[in-house]
Nanobody, 115 residues
Framework: VQLQASGGGLVQAGGSLRLSCAAS????????MGWFRQAPGKEREFVAS?????VYADSVKGRFTISRDNAKNTVYLHMNSLKPEDTAVYYC????????????WGQGTQVTVSS
């Protein structure tokens, strides 16, 4: 599975961005999809995931929305009310829908939120 993330950029606090992650190589609908992020000097952290249910990190609940379009083999992360602490490299990931870990990772896209 190859994952290509896009949509990052520079935005002011309170603004919005939509990240996209296009998948190829396998049946997209059979995978769980997730978004993670890593800020400078910090460990990578979970942001959101989507299978038959959706899970969010507490830090993004009510502001971020994960969605997927299986016809386009794409997962999205809609980010609203962005804060400077959301600044990070965002990664999409894919894994077995019945498993725990993520086996495939995209290259990351930079999101910078200015105050």
């Amino acid at each position: 599975v190859q994952l290509q993330a896009s949509g990052g950029g520079l935005v002011q606090a309170g603004g919005s961005l939509r990240l996209s992650c296009a998948a190829s190589g396998h049946t997209f609908s059979s995978f769980k999809m997730g978004w993670f992020r890593q800020a400078p000097g910090k460990e990578r952290e979970f942001v959101a995931s989507i299978t038959w249910r959706i899970v969010y990190a507490d830090s993004v609940k009510g502001r971020f929305t994960i969605s997927r379009d299986n016809a386009k083999n794409t997962v999205y992360l809609h980010m609203n009310s962005l804060k400077p602490e959301d600044t990070a490299v965002y990664y999409c990931a894919a894994g077995s829908i019945t498993g725990v870990k993520y086996d495939y990772w995209g290259q990351g896209t930079q999101v910078t939120v200015s105050s």
